[in-house]
């Protein structure tokens, strides 16, 4: 069973900034869609932004121009810069690695905690 490995969360003031990696040791990187996803009490878990093994991007609506997905594949990291943090991105994140063939992976997650 490969293992992700989530960092970076913590506690952070309104307008503030985080950056989330999951490391991924265990598998194949590059061949990956990596998906960074957030759960936050009484909600379900939701996808926040992904980056295909080809490097496309894609970001759930409410947090374009916010935050920023990116993979270095050479370290088997997928990052997420999270910037102009508020109340509503407090949650749980999670790291998914995907296939196209569904083999899919999930990482322990990291709590995030914006402060007003």
């Known amino acids: 069973q490969a293992q992700l490995m989530e960092s970076g969360g913590g506690l952070v003031q309104y307008g503030g900034s985080l950056t989330l990696s999951c490391a991924a040791p265990g598998i194949i990187f590059s061949r990956y869609h990596m998906g960074w996803y957030r759960q936050a009490p009484g909600t379900e878990r939701e996808l926040v932004a992904r980056i295909t093994s080809g490097g496309t991007t894609e970001y759930m609506n409410s947090v374009k121009g916010r935050f920023t997905i990116s993979r270095d594949n050479y370290k088997k990291i997928v990052y997420l810069q999270m910037n102009a943090l508020n109340a509503d991105d407090t949650a749980v994140y999670y790291c998914?690695?995907?296939?196209?063939?569904?083999?899919?992976?999930w990482g322990q997650g990291t709590q995030v905690t914006v402060s007003s």
């Open positions: 998914k690695a995907s296939t196209g063939t569904g083999r899919t992976y």
